[in-house]
């Protein structure tokens, strides 16, 4: 059933005597003749025209030549008994064809040769050519693989129909024919070796640039990019859509580069990757950056070379109509770094970087190529490959925004709902709420992972040759829960980190404290919620032990913000001076890919490996920090910075307090304080808690809690389970003992 294929509906054919075409006008066309008591059978309802399908794979529109038919007779000219292999005489099925919806060609490519084979040579002009063949064929069908004869400028030719796409369908085997309207492009190319030379090819249009006519990102597996691809399509294709005489016009050249940098795991590879199977041209060459390098002199030269050489020969061979050729440059900081900065002796680095300038912009420059450089280290590429006419269009491929998670999501789960293996309890727009600052990487790292979980519930640890029922295989929002705590963003929240920063969580100590803790707060807040105020920098500065890191933990955990890193001496040491930068930077720059940051900066003295004899510190993290600190982030970024330090003197002497928006006293415990502390933990008996909080006046949060946990102990040891359940209390005189041997404490 033709109807069921695509191809239109056909009513029951009946036989009919082929003959010749009445008169050589009429022959050079691609109708059917029959007689006018034969035409009315192939009338559509509501419909004037008139369609048969002769044949088994040609559809024809049909006419009455007004010359002697008899019924029962259909006329085809001689490419017509050609193609359906039919003599004159001879019977042939015929059958009333009705066009289907969405049948309008969007493309036809044509292939043109003289109708007598001859040794001259013709040069059409192909604007002219199309408006001809629109105006002579309109509401006719064309069928791939069909040829036409017609009459241009007196001479006759025959067309070879390669391509007919139907708009809105992928060009695929599946459609191969269509009417003919006035907004078809035409495409047309010559027979090898026939004398015929195609001029002013602006109906070969960019359009057929892409091989469908609309995207559908989620069906290419990219899901949350798509304002990003948006951006691409504005600056790198947009050009090459229109005619080549319009881009003429405009006295522009196309996009010949562009660039894909971000954080590892969020789709940069997978976009280009998908731009090049969409693109209608040459197959893309994907190049992995360290395959150039070779060992031997000039070779690695030659490798660049060669990329290129296709795209120079099809240039020159075509001019403007030649091919796209896409390269995909995969991590390209490897060898295009900047030149200068390495320090090999060879020079390839700067050998590569050159050769490529000049492939791409230079005296021979090239406008049919598109190189697509992805790197994570933009910071290491040449200045002079990221300008204008190189690889001018920068796109950031960021962490994937909530609704990008979604998309990605339900990119990873589709098969597994399709096939009934995810159970109805899965929310999918929860887990995107839960996934701040996952990449697209990551998010299929937890989709891997609950599906891990949900299959080791079917296999027997016992018998592992049991057989497994496939149908009970169900992956359940527990499963995905127990993935979110096994797979951790990189550039999450270091929950981890920070709730070691407040073994003993936090407990009231006062008023004080309380309203440090809200004045923080309140900085939460203006960074979510202000214009005027992306960065703010809040100092917490206090004895030492009087719970400033606990604090800024604390407000780290309850900001709720996707991305919270604290920066400590504990993960640096041994490290040097500049590669301490370089962390720290690091941090800030990770920050600035989320929108909400918060960054603790703790004890800045170790830092800066302060030591008060001499002094010492490193000026180079103290300049780092400075800059950092006073350094806004990106448009559309809000960053937090919350410092700590014993030492505020010494960082007052070397302007660091004065860069910080606010400082705010971390105080130790009053009595009263101490009071709630104790009251808090509840191990002192009640007619006891006021003696033993006077005794912890003036005393660091931290060493209150040290001095509980060893008065805890009891004086032979192994109480502090007892106490800590509530069976028993902590002795007052054993506490003061314990207070009294701590030669450390400073009142």
């Known amino acids: 059933m033709a109807g069921m294929l695509g191809f239109g509906f056909s009513s029951s054919s009946s036989n009919m005597i082929v003959v010749i075409t009445p008169g050589q006008e009429l022959a050079l066309t691609n109708l059917a003749y029959v007689s006018a008591a034969d035409l009315r059978k192939f009338a559509a309802s509501g419909s004037t025209a ?217 789709g940069k590879t997978l976009m280009a990757r998908q731009i090049g199977k969409l693109l209608n041209g040459r197959e893309p060459k994907i190049v992995n950056g360290p395959e150039v390098l070779s060992k031997f002199v000039g070779e690695t030269e030659k490798n660049v070379r060669d990329l290129f050489a296709d795209a120079e020969n099809d240039q020159r061979a075509r001019g403007d109509e030649s091919d796209l050729h896409v390269i995909i440059f995969d991590e390209i900081d490897a060898i295009c770094k900047s030149r200068g900065s390495t320090r090999d002796g060879t020079g390839v680095h700067d050998s590569i970087v050159n050769q490529l300038l000049t492939k791409i912009d230079g005296v021979e420059s090239l406008n049919n190529v598109l190189l697509i450089g992805m790197t994570n280290r933009k910071d290491l590429l040449d200045e002079a490959l990221l300008r204008p006419g190189r690889l001018e269009v920068h796109v950031e491929i960021n962490l994937p925004d909530e609704h990008g998670r979604l998309q990605i999501l339900q990119i990873h789960t589709n098969k597994m709902k399709e096939n009934s293996f995810l159970a109805a309890d899965v929310n999918l727009q929860e887990l995107a709420a839960r996934t701040k600052n996952y990449s697209g990487a990551e998010l299929e790292g937890v989709v891997k992972s609950a599906v891990s979980y949900a299959l080791n519930r079917q296999i027997s640890m016992d018998d592992l040759t049991k057989p497994l029922d496939e149908e009970s295989i169900k992956v359940t929002m527990d499963d995905f829960l127990n993935a979110l705590q096994e797979i951790v963003p990189a550039f999450g929240a270091s929950t981890d980190d920070l709730e070691r920063c407040r073994l003993n969580g936090m407990v009231d100590c006062g008023q004080r404290h309380k309203h440090i803790y809200q004045r923080a707060m309140l900085l939460v807040e203006q960074v979510k919620v202000s214009k005027g105020s992306p960065l703010v920098t809040c100092l917490l500065e206090g004895p030492s032990g009087s719970g400033k890191s606990a604090m800024a933990a604390t407000i780290g955990i309850d900001s709720d913000f996707a991305y919270v890193k604290i920066i400590s001496a504990e993960t640096m040491i041994g490290l040097s001076e500049s590669s301490k930068c370089a962390r720290i930077v690091k941090v800030f720059e990770d920050a600035y890919r989320s929108q909400l940051s918060i960054i603790v900066l703790d004890d800045i003295e170790r830092l800066l490996e302060y030591v008060p004899i001499g002094p010492r510190f490193s000026n180079l993290i103290s300049q780092t920090l400075l800059v950092l600190l006073k350094r806004l982030p990106p448009k559309g970024k809000n960053l937090l910075v919350i410092g700590t330090t014993s030492e505020v003197g010494f960082l007052e002497s070397l302007g660091i307090c004065d860069a910080f928006s606010v400082t705010y006293h971390v105080p130790t415990l009053k009595k009263e304080d101490a009071k709630k502390v104790l009251e808090g933990l509840n191990v002192f008996a009640d007619n006891d808690i006021d003696s033993a909080s006077e005794a912890l006046d003036n005393m660091p949060i931290k060493k209150v809690y040290m001095l509980v946990e060893m008065a805890a102990q009891g004086a032979t040891g192994g109480s502090s389970e007892a106490i800590y359940s509530g069976r028993e209390k902590i002795n007052i005189n054993h506490f003061y003992d314990i207070l009294g041997d701590i030669v450390s404490f400073r009142g």
């Not at 193609?83 to 289907?100: A, C, E, M, N, Y």
């Not at 024919?177 to 035409?186: A, F, L, S």
């Not at 949350?224 to 294709?237: Q, S, Y």
């Open 50 to 266: 008139y369609y048969a399908l002769v044949g088994d794979s040609v559809v024809l529109s049909l006419r009455y030549p007004f010359v002697l038919i008899n019924d029962g007779q259909i006329a085809l000219n001689a490419i017509q008994r050609r193609h359906t292999k039919v003599s004159t005489g001879d019977q042939i099925s015929v059958s009333r064809f009705v066009l289907p919806n969405n049948f309008n060609l969007a493309l036809l490519t044509l292939e043109l040769d003289f109708v007598k084979k001859s040794n001259r040579s013709e040069q059409l002009d192909a604007v002219v050519l199309a408006q001809q063949l629109r105006k002579k064929f309109t509401d006719q069908v064309m069928t791939a693989g069909q040829k036409v004869s017609f009459e241009f400028c007196g001479t006759n030719y025959i067309f070879t129909v390669n391509q007919a796409m139907v708009e809105g369908e992928e060009n695929s085997k599946g459609l191969e024919r269509g009417i003919i309207t006035k907004d078809t492009y035409i495409v047309f190319e010559a027979t090898p070796n026939s004398g015929i030379k195609i001029i002013n090819q602006r109906e070969a249009t960019s359009s057929n640039i892409f091989r469908q006519k609309e995207f559908n990102l989620q069906k290419l597996g990219i899901g949350g990019l798509g304002e990003e691809f948006t951006d691409i399509f504005r600056r790198a294709f947009a050009s090459r859509v229109f005619p080549a005489h319009v881009t003429n016009k405009l006295g522009i050249k196309h996009v010949k580069g562009m660039l894909l940098y971000g954080p590892p795991g969020t």
